[in-house]
């Protein structure tokens, strides 16, 4: 009979104080996620996250849906990781990001090494300003490990 090592189990401050970007930038994740979306919030788009319209930069946007994408994956159910590192991920910008941003990831799509994750953004009046698609791969060990590898 084979065993499956346990994965750590992580806080929400765990994972928000593990991307120093996501500080930079004043993103956090939501803690409830027992429905199966994780959200990342950004509550202040200050001026130096904007382009020139202004409105928010697309970098910022896509980062959004990176990481409500790959903290899905991490977060599913069986998931064998507690890190998931994107290998594609393909974004739609619909309309520009003014204020208060929230993005939205789910799973569509879990296996033994690759996760296939979606995700909006919404703005404070739930439109959706940008959507993407992504596949993650889950890494064996832990974030900032200079070991780590791929898993199988």
Same mark, same amino acid.
Not at 21 to 30: H, K, M, P, S, V
Not at 34 to 57: K, S, T
Not at 66 to 90: C, H, I, K, Q
């Given at each position: 009979?084979?065993?499956?090592?346990?994965?750590?189990?992580?806080?929400?401050?765990?994972?928000?104080?593990?991307? !120093?970007? =996501? %500080?930079?930038?004043?993103?956090? @994740?939501? #803690?409830?996620?027992?429905? &199966? $979306?994780?959200?990342?919030? *950004? !509550?202040? =788009? %200050?001026?130096?996250?904007?382009? @020139?319209? #202004?409105?928010?930069?697309? &970098? $910022?946007?896509?980062?959004? *849906?990176?990481?409500?994408?790959?903290?899905?994956?991490?977060?599913? #159910?069986?998931?064998?990781?507690?890190?998931?590192?994107?290998?594609?991920?393909?974004?739609?910008?619909?309309?520009?990001?003014?204020? #208060?941003?929230?993005?939205?990831?789910?799973?569509?799509?879990?296996?033994?090494?690759?996760?296939?994750?979606?995700?909006?953004?919404?703005?404070?009046?739930?439109?959706?300003?940008?959507?993407?698609?992504?596949?993650?791969?889950?890494?064996?060990?832990?974030?900032?490990?200079?070991?780590?590898?791929?898993?199988?």
């Amino acid at each position: 009979m084979s065993t499956t090592p346990s994965r750590p189990q992580l806080s929400i401050e765990d994972l928000n104080s593990r991307v !120093p970007f =996501l %500080r930079l930038i004043g993103a956090r @994740q939501d #803690p409830n996620y027992e429905d &199966g $979306i994780v959200r990342v919030h *950004l !509550p202040d =788009l %200050r001026e130096e996250l904007c382009n @020139q319209l #202004p409105a928010a930069h697309g &970098g $910022i946007l896509m980062t959004l *849906l990176d990481v409500a994408m790959s903290r899905a994956a991490v977060l599913a #159910p069986g998931a064998p990781s507690s890190t998931a590192v994107t290998v594609e991920m393909s974004s739609r910008f619909i309309y520009p990001g003014r204020g #208060p941003l929230v993005a939205e990831g789910w799973v569509i799509n879990q296996g033994r090494s690759l996760c296939t994750c979606q995700a909006n953004i919404y703005d404070a009046d739930r439109r959706i300003l940008a959507t993407a698609q992504g596949t993650f791969k889950y890494w064996k060990a832990h974030a900032y490990d200079n070991t780590a590898e791929p898993s199988a």
